[in-house]
């Protein structure tokens, strides 16, 4: 039989935060995984999907795709094709979206997270907002995000924060809020 360790020796407390800080990072990253698919992302070049990254303060959204291989090569093949059409005259026909979109994770995980510090999930994508209006992100939010949380985590804390940060205005509100923040202790 194994030996008990005495009462005072033990540490309930810092056990329970060791586990609680497991579970957050099994859900950060399962949130951070499942946003990089074409189900719960919107894709035409596969960068934005690609574009997800996790960390300690908000994500600022400022990469172009055309400024990374391969999806520069796919946007500027979809340009040439936009424009041929453009040139060609009425009636235009719905162009139609790249055969090869590339989906491949930018920003892997590397940290463990604390759940003591807020965390932030964002997009580096410039176009984010736009993206956003589309309703995968929304719909992962509302249906997927629960399952993983109620799935991982054994007690329900901590703070995440899914975010894109909008210096130009678009897509904030009255009161200019920008992020939206998800306790987790509220999915039950």
Known sequence: MAKRKPLQKSNPVGTLESQLNQDFNKVIKEIHKGLSTKKHSPVWTGFFASSWKVQTMAVTATEKAE??????????????????????????SKQTPPSNP??????????????????????????????????????????RMKDIINKNMKEKKGKLFLAKDISSGFGTSKDGVRRSEINIKDYQ
Do not use: H
């Open 67 to 92: 400024d990374f291989q391969p999806w520069k090569s796919i946007k500027y093949e979809r340009s040439l094709d936009f424009f041929a059409r453009q040139k060609a005259g009425p009636p235009y």
């Open 102 to 143: 590339k989906i491949q994770i930018r920003y892997p995980i590397t940290k463990t997270f604390n759940i003591k510090r807020p965390v932030f999930i964002g997009n580096r994508a410039v176009y984010a907002a736009y993206a956003l209006e589309g309703g995968k992100i929304q719909n992962f939010i509302q249906g």
